[in-house]
């Protein structure tokens, strides 16, 4: 049967208010150790799909330095210490779209690298989405809104580079509608 590892030691090796480092001598249960195995402390991420009443999803357009490219993906954002998701959820979508909802749903949540990362990302559904403000971005925020159908988003044919963890959210969506087909997006 398979054991966790026992941590031996455990200690921070990085931290900013980003991202920390720790960095765990673990041994395993046949007696091998590893002496420097890192884990990445994040806080939990959420992302969301907004979808308006006639069926399109808020989609958003940004630079992602880690790719090194200009990226179509869904408005997500990180969770603050002791924060609620689903508020997290609303702040995020708030801010980055300007778009508010009348319904939100959890439809889903997992880890975003369980070998290396301890954070989860949670995944929201908002209905009937509207554009209700502007959009209240960070410093370091460049973002362009914009909406598709949900067919065309589903498809993700025109969605490059990808992102595995919107990816995910099309799979609880789908789950989400395969049990609640009143749901289903039905665009025009």
């Known amino acids: ?76 954002g990180r969770a603050e210490a ?14 980055e779209t300007g778009y508010t909802a009348q319904e939100w749903v959890k439809i889903g949540q997992g880890y975003a690298n369980w070998g290396t990362q301890n954070n989860k990302v949670h995944y929201y559904i908002a209905f009937n989405v509207e554009k209700s403000d502007q959009q209240h971005l960070d410093e370091n925020e460049e973002i362009e809104t914009f909406e598709w159908s949900w067919q065309k988003y589903f498809e993700h044919e025109d969605v490059h580079p990808e992102n595995c963890l919107h990816l995910a959210a099309l799979y609880y969506a789908e789950r989400y509608f395969a049990k609640h087909p009143d749901k289903r997006p039905q665009s025009a």
């Not at 924060?83 to 995020?92: C, G, S, Y």
């Open 82 to 95: 002791d924060e609620h998701t689903e508020d997290v959820a609303k702040r995020e979508f708030l801010e």
């Open 1 to 76: 049967m398979i054991k966790p590892w026992k941590i031996l030691s455990s200690k921070q090796t990085y931290k900013d208010p980003w991202l920390s480092v720790r960095t765990d001598h673990v041994q395993l249960d046949d007696g091998r150790e590893i002496e420097d195995y890192h884990i990445l402390e994040y806080s939990d991420w959420v992302t969301v799909i907004g979808l308006t009443s006639s069926g399109n999803v808020v989609l958003i357009r940004e630079y992602r330095h880690g790719a090194n490219a200009v990226t179509i993906g869904l408005p997500s």
